[in-house]
């Protein structure tokens, strides 16, 4: 639940003008590029450019082609200032500053230090809590899940192709139902499992369903949105319920209740929509950094769950 749910509705709506921006739509733009590209990306020149081009940049899949792009974005944006017009987005995206390999810097630190958080809090978890809590199974797969989909964040931010773009979409996906899967099992599952034993099913028939339509049909940025804006919100206001009706009898659950008002309070940072300050930091790498506290949170909230829960069920294997 932690980070990834508001991120990925409010990503897939930028997402959607990819395919053509103000500035990748200008003949400077283009003309830019085609020129480089005949310059530069064939022949000897292709050669000179291979042999000379740094060894992560090659392991990162950045090509001549990339290149001119992002030279020609910088030469558009000076025209740009020059003229005193409002910096263009190209393809989708500001523009934003590469350093080394990473296409979108602040972005990528935050996310890979938002899957630290995830590991720290993990390994915290499970040296304080034993295997036997009733939890712990649930708790610990939502902690693998949550780090792979910071990790694939991590690589779609340092080099955005088709296939991290999908990665990072598919797995903040399945980020998002697994937090229903843990809420459904501590709120249900544990009083009943074959409800949850379904209700998993059900949640994975659903992300089989999801991830095929975008692979082999048509990858919607719209439905995309919709879907998982519908399946946030189930998240949401589910964990919220259940915090409201339980908070009195245990005071751990205001921990959850202030990371699901956090996050849909930081994902409002997202509608700030503007140019990259230094070329690096923007609204959504902003989001990103808010969202690292966070994650500690809701983990501390799991570990001390998972322990009222352990307390709990051996109270009751006494007494019986």
């Given at each position: 639940?932690?980070?990834?749910?508001?991120?990925?509705?409010?990503?897939?709506?930028?997402?959607?003008?990819?395919?053509?921006?103000?500035?990748?739509?200008?003949?400077?733009?283009?003309?830019?590029?085609?020129?480089?590209?005949?310059?530069?990306?064939?022949?000897?020149?292709?050669?000179?450019?291979?042999?000379?081009?740094?060894?992560?940049?090659?392991?990162?899949?950045?090509?001549?082609?990339?290149?001119?792009?992002y030279e020609c974005m910088w030469v558009t944006v000076g025209l740009y200032l020059q003229e005193g017009h409002e910096v263009p987005q190209f393809h989708g995206k500001w523009p934003f500053?590469?350093?080394?390999?990473?296409?979108?810097?602040?972005?990528?630190?935050?996310?890979?230090?938002?899957?630290?958080?995830?590991?720290?809090?993990?390994?915290?978890?499970?040296?304080?809590?034993?295997?036997?809590?009733?939890?712990?199974?649930?708790?610990?797969?939502?902690?693998?899940?949550?780090?792979?989909?910071?990790?694939?964040?991590?690589?779609?931010?340092?080099?955005?192709?088709?296939?991290?773009?999908?990665?990072?979409?598919?797995?903040?996906?399945?980020?998002?139902?697994?937090?229903?899967?843990?809420?459904?099992?501590?709120?249900?599952?544990?009083?009943?499992?074959?409800?949850?034993?379904?209700?998993?099913?059900?949640?994975?028939?659903?992300?089989?369903?999801?991830?095929?339509?975008?692979?082999?049909?048509?990858?919607?940025?719209?439905?995309?949105?919709?879907?998982?804006?519908?399946?946030?919100?189930?998240?949401?206001?589910?964990?919220?319920a259940w915090c409201l009706r339980n908070q009195r009898r245990l005071p751990h659950a205001r921990k959850c209740m202030v990371v699901v008002l956090l996050l849909q309070g930081l994902s409002?940072?997202?509608?700030?929509?503007?140019?990259?300050?230094?070329?690096?930091?923007?609204?959504?790498?902003?989001?990103?950094?808010?969202?690292?506290?966070?994650?500690?949170?809701?983990?501390?909230?799991?570990?001390?769950?998972?322990?009222?829960?352990?307390?709990?069920?051996?109270?009751?294997?006494?007494?019986?």
């Amino acid at each position: 639940m932690a980070g990834r749910t508001a991120r990925l509705v409010l990503l897939a709506g930028a997402a959607a003008l990819a395919s053509g921006s103000q500035g990748d739509r200008e003949p400077v733009y283009r003309d830019c590029v085609l020129g480089c590209d005949e310059r530069n990306c064939s022949g000897n020149a292709l050669k000179h450019f291979r042999s000379h081009q740094p060894i992560y940049m090659s392991l990162a899949g950045w090509t001549c082609r990339d290149d001119c792009k992002y030279e020609c974005m910088w030469v558009t944006v000076g025209l740009y200032l020059q003229e005193g017009h409002e910096v263009p987005q190209f393809h989708g995206k500001w523009p934003f500053s590469r350093f080394l390999c990473f296409q979108e810097p602040a972005s990528a630190v935050a996310s890979f230090l938002n899957g630290l958080a995830s590991l720290v809090m993990l390994c915290r978890y499970r040296a304080s809590v034993p295997a036997s809590s009733p939890m712990y199974p649930t708790c610990v797969a939502f902690a693998w899940v949550s780090l792979n989909a910071w990790f694939w964040s991590t690589v779609f931010h340092t080099r955005d192709t088709d296939l991290t773009e999908k990665m990072d979409y598919f797995c903040a996906s399945t980020v998002i139902l697994h937090s229903v899967y843990l809420c459904c099992v501590r709120t249900v599952g544990l009083q009943c499992p074959a409800v949850a034993s379904a209700f998993r099913a059900l949640l994975l028939l659903m992300l089989t369903a999801h991830v095929s339509y975008l692979s082999l049909i048509h990858f919607d940025y719209g439905y995309n949105l919709a879907a998982n804006v519908a399946i946030g919100l189930v998240n949401a206001v589910w964990w919220l319920a259940w915090c409201l009706r339980n908070q009195r009898r245990l005071p751990h659950a205001r921990k959850c209740m202030v990371v699901v008002l956090l996050l849909q309070g930081l994902s409002l940072l997202e509608l700030l929509d503007f140019p990259p300050l230094f070329w690096v930091l923007d609204a959504h790498a902003i989001w990103h950094f808010s969202t690292i506290p966070v994650h500690v949170l809701f983990f501390s909230f799991l570990e001390d769950d998972s322990l009222y829960l352990l307390k709990e069920s051996e109270a009751k294997f006494k007494l019986d």
